[in-house]
């Protein structure tokens, strides 16, 4: 089975600052088969280069956005980096499916907590929900789109020390979508991958239970 190469392509503008996404960019780093990319490290000026973009897309099977959520969106270069990269004739339109078949995840923190994140809660919407453009954008480009990897409550999540539980999953996500191992179909039917790699008949602890036994797991906590 060929094992798929990933792409995180990390946005943050002030990493200095990060508890959350630093440690987990830092984790990408370490893997073999992802290439990680530190968006505002490379392009500070926003000036970002489009061949070079797009050839790293065409390298990778697996396309990740890893970043903080800011207004509900992700911070301004990623954007940037879906109006230039994302070309007519490259990425949609005629001839446009070079990232037909690939795969696209956002692995996020959020401020808020997950009761926030849902209708009659402080941000009336789920994480899923306010990621429409996103997903939508994934379909039109012909990518297979998973439900975003979240982090909430992520400016307590050191004190409360929730980060480690979500290190593992984060680590598991990238070996299970290196391995090929989440059913995308069914990982569709959650509003975030957490909820679909803890769900007890799939997910994350049938996977671990192949290698390293069911009994590893925490359950997250992301209150
Ligand atoms: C400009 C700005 C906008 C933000 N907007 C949101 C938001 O819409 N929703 C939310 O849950 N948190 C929001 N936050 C909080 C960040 O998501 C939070 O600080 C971040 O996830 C912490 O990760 P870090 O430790 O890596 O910086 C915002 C923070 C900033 C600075």
Redo the contacts with the bound molecule.
């Keep these: 089975m060929s094992q798929s190469k990933i792409l995180v392509l990390f946005a943050?503008p002030?990493l200095h600052?990060?508890?959350?996404?630093?440690p987990?960019f830092q984790q990408a780093c370490e893997f073999d088969f992802v290439t990680a990319v530190d968006l505002y490290a490379e392009y500070p000026r926003l000036n970002i280069d489009i061949d070079r973009e797009q050839q790293r897309l065409l390298a990778h099977d697996i396309v990740i956005f890893q970043f903080?959520?800011?207004?509900?969106?992700t911070p301004a270069i990623l954007k940037e980096w879906q109006d230039l990269v994302l070309e007519y004739g490259f990425a949609y339109g005629q001839d446009g499916n070079q990232l037909k078949g690939k795969t696209f995840l956002c692995a996020?923190?959020?401020?808020?907590s997950v009761e926030?994140?849902r209708q009659g809660g402080h941000?009336n919407f789920t994480v899923r929900e306010l990621f429409r453009p996103l997903e939508q954008t994934a379909i039109m480009t012909g990518m297979h789109y998973l439900p975003p990897l979240t982090?909430f409550g992520?400016?307590t999540a050191t004190d409360e020390n929730r980060l480690p539980l979500h290190l593992q999953h984060w680590t598991t996500t990238l070996d299970m979508l290196h391995e090929g191992q989440i059913d995308i179909q069914r990982a569709d039917s959650f509003i975030t991958l957490n909820d679909y790699l803890t769900d007890k008949t799939m997910g994350i602890e049938k996977y671990h239970s192949k290698e390293v036994g069911p009994d590893n797991l925490e359950q997250e906590d992301n209150r």
């Excluded at 600052?17 to 630093?22: G, I, L, P, Y």
């Excluded at 903080?68 to 969106?73: G, L």
């Excluded at 996020?108 to 808020?112: I, L």
Aim: hydrophobic letters at 35%; a positive charge.
């Design positions: 943050h002030s600052r990060s508890e959350a996404n630093a987990i903080p959520i800011y207004w509900y969106s996020v923190t959020a401020g808020g926030a994140y941000n982090l992520s400016r």
